[in-house]
C-alpha cells in the first residue's frame, strides 16, 4: 500500500499529537498545506523568530514537540535567534524548512539553500535533508523521536517542494522511551553525600519544572532540610519561593556565588549547570570545604562542571530514586536553615512622577491569581521581579535560558494557546518587546486573554547597569541605548490589540485588576523610573 508523503506525514503528525502549525509561508511550502486538513491549525506569525518563540512556548507548556514550517535560507535565518533560545530552553520542536525542487537544486534557484542541514547548527540536535521524496515521512518521525528524548530540543528537516506529492510507503509510529534514569552507583554517591552532610544547599535549575519534578525536589529538600536556591539565569523556577527552606537566586557571577554558599558543606545541582557565569571570575568555584555534587539530563553540561561528582539522567526519576532511599534518622535532628527576612513594602515615591519597577511587582503579586502564568522577557528587572513577585506553583514561570531577547511575547502567545484555562501575563521591557512586537498580532487573531505589561524606562536598562563591568564611569554615555518616543499604545492597536498607558500609581491596581479580567489580550503601557 502506497500514499503520498503528505498524507504520510500529516498521518504522523495526527499520531504523535502535533496537529497545530506555527507557521510563516513561503512558495516552497505551499505544497504541505494543499487541502488543508480540518482537524489541523495553523498559527502564522508575522516573521520566523514569532514562529519559533510562539512554537517555544506552547510545546514547553503542552510537554511535547511542536511542529514548525519555516521558509527555505531565509525563514531559517530570520528565526536563528530563538532557535538558539530553543536550543537552551531544551524545547522539543520539529522544524521543517522549505526547499526549491529537487530537478532544479542544480542550477542554485531562487529561494533555494544551499548547505540547508548546516545553517542551523549547532543548535539544533539534527538537522536533514533526505535523500529521496520516500524518506522524508521516515525522517520527520525520527526527527520527532530525537527531539523528545533528553535532553530535548529542536530538530529540523529541509523538504523540497515537489518531495510533498510523490509516493512512499506509510510510515507507522512507534514507542520510543523519551527518558534516562541515572546510574544508580553515581546516584547511591550522591545519595551518600546528602545524607552526611552538616548543611546542604540545592541549587535547582530549568531542568526541574521541565521535567515536572517540582513537587519530588520539594519533599527531598524537606527530607534534608537544604537551603534551596535558583540557579543563575534559570529559565523556569523549580521551587515555590514563599517556603521556608527557599533561599533566593544566585547570580551569574563566580565569586558572588561563592560568598552566597558559603557555610554550606554539600552544594547539590539539581537540574542545573554548576554554574552558569555571565563575566569572567577567578578563584573557587564553591566554598571552601564544600563537596560539590550533580544531577542533569545533559551529559554536555556534566562533562564540563568544575568537579565533584555527576548524575547524568531525568531529574524526576533521578531525585524520585533519591527519595526511594531510607532516610537516616539523623536527618531529624538536622538544623534548619534561617529563613529569608521579609521584604520592606514599596510605597510610591511621593517625589517622582513615575513608578519604581518594585512598587508595580509588588502591585501585580498582589492582583494577581498565583496560579496565573508569568511570562518573562525584561533583564534589567528581573532581580526586582524575583524579589517582589514571587513564582509559588509549578509551571506558572516562564523566560529565556539563552540570554537571547525577543522570546518573551511570542512565547506568552503559545503558552496561552497552549493552556487555555490560565491567565498569562507577558511581562516585558521596551527594549525586549520590540524584537517581536508583531506577536500581538497573532494574540488579537487568535483572541487569548493575555494581559501585556510593558516596563517602559525608555532604554537599555541592562546595558547601561552592567557597563561598569567594562570600565565605563558613573554618568559616562553609553552610546545606543536610549530608546525615546516609542508608542506601544499605537503599536498594539495598530495590530488589533487593546492598550492602556499607566503613569499613576494611585491608578495602577485598579487597571491591572481590569486587564487581568479581559477576555481579549490587553496591552499595559506602564512608566517606571
Not at 39 to 56: K, P
Not at 170 to 183: A, D
Request: net charge negative.
Amino acid at each position: 500500500m502506497t500514499t503520498t508523503v503528505r498524507e504520510a506525514v500529516l498521518d504522523l503528525l495526527r499520531a504523535f499529537n502535533m496537529t497545530t502549525i506555527f507557521g510563516n509561508p513561503g512558495s516552497t511550502e505551499l505544497p504541505l498545506f494543499l487541502d488543508f486538513p480540518n482537524d489541523f491549525r495553523y498559527v502564522l506569525g508575522l516573521q520566523e523568530s514569532v514562529v519559533v518563540g510562539m512554537a517555544d512556548g506552547y510545546a514547553q507548556a503542552t510537554h511535547n514537540a511542536a511542529f514548525v514550517n519555516l521558509h527555505s535560507a531565509a525563514g531559517v535565518g530570520h528565526a536563528m535567534g530563538n532557535i538558539f533560545t530553543a536550543h537552551k530552553n531544551r524545547t522539543p520542536m520539529v522544524i521543517t524548512a522549505g526547499q526549491q525542487a529537487r530537478s532544479i537544486l542544480p542550477f542554485d534557484p531562487f529561494l533555494f539553500s544551499s548547505q540547508a542541514t548546516e545553517l542551523p547548527k549547532p543548535y539544533v540536535k539534527w538537522s536533514v535533508e533526505p535523500a529521496r521524496a520516500e524518506d522524508v515521512p521516515l525522517a520527520i518521525a525520527r526527527a520527532y523521536y530525537i527531539a523528545m528524548q533528553q535532553p530535548r530540543g529542536p530538530v529540523l528537516v529541509s523538504i523540497p517542494a515537489d518531495d510533498w506529492a510523490r509516493e512512499c510507503e506509510p510510515v507507522s509510529p512507534r514507542r520510543v522511551s523519551t527518558e534516562t534514569r541515572p546510574e544508580p552507583q553515581v546516584l547511591a554517591a550522591i545519595g551518600d553525600a546528602l545524607d552526611a552532610a552538616k548543611r546542604p544547599a540545592f541549587v535547582v535549575g530549568a531542568a526541574v519544572d521541565r521535567d515536572q519534578a517540582w513537587n519530588d525536589v520539594v519533599r527531598l529538600a524537606e527530607r534534608h532540610n537544604a537551603a534551596v536556591w535558583v540557579a543563575p539565569m534559570s529559565g523556569r523556577c523549580g521551587f515555590p519561593e514563599d517556603h521556608r527552606l527557599f533561599a533566593g537566586f544566585l547570580p551569574a557571577m563566580r565569586e558572588k556565588i561563592v560568598a552566597l554558599l558559603a557555610g554550606h558543606d554539600l552544594i547539590f545541582a539539581l537540574g542545573a549547570p554548576a554554574f552558569t557565569y555571565h563575566v569572567e571570575g577567578a578563584g573557587p568555584h564553591v566554598p571552601g570545604g564544600a563537596q560539590l555534587v550533580q544531577l542533569i539530563e545533559d551529559p554536555g553540561i556534566a562533562a564540563w562542571a568544575p568537579e565533584g561528582t555527576s548524575a547524568v539522567g531525568g531529574i524526576r526519576l533521578g531525585v524520585q530514586d533519591l527519595l526511594a532511599r531510607p532516610a537516616p534518622p539523623a536527618l531529624a535532628q538536622r538544623e534548619r536553615p534561617k529563613p529569608r527576612a521579609p521584604r520592606a513594602r514599596i510605597e510610591p515615591d511621593a517625589t517622582g512622577p513615575l513608578m519604581s519597577v518594585a512598587f508595580v511587582m509588588q502591585t501585580l503579586a498582589e492582583v494577581r491569581d498565583p496560579h496565573s502564568i508569568v511570562v518573562e522577557e525584561a533583564p534589567s528587572s528581573r532581580p526586582v521581579m524575583q524579589a517582589y513577585l514571587p513564582i509559588l506553583h509549578s509551571e506558572t514561570f516562564y523566560t529565556m535560558c539563552s540570554g537571547g531577547l525577543g522570546h518573551g511575547l511570542p512565547a506568552a502567545v503559545g503558552v496561552a494557546l497552549a493552556k487555555p484555562d490560565k491567565k498569562v501575563i507577558g511581562l516585558l521591557g521596551d527594549g525586549s518587546s520590540m524584537y517581536s512586537i508583531q506577536a500581538l498580532w497573532s494574540a488579537a487573531q487568535l483572541k487569548l486573554p493575555i494581559t501585556f505589561i510593558i516596563l517602559k524606562n525608555r532604554r537599555y536598562a541592562a546595558l547601561q547597569e552592567f557597563a561598569p563591568t567594562f570600565g565605563f564611569k558613573p554618568g559616562e554615555t553609553l552610546q545606543g541605548t536610549d530608546l525615546p518616543e516609542l508608542d506601544f499604545l499605537a503599536l498594539a492597536k495598530g495590530q488589533g490589540c487593546d492598550a492602556v498607558n499607566v503613569h499613576d500609581a494611585a491608578q495602577l491596581a485598579s487597571v491591572l485588576q481590569g486587564a487581568l479580567r479581559s477576555p481579549r489580550p490587553i496591552l499595559l503601557e506602564v512608566d517606571v523610573a
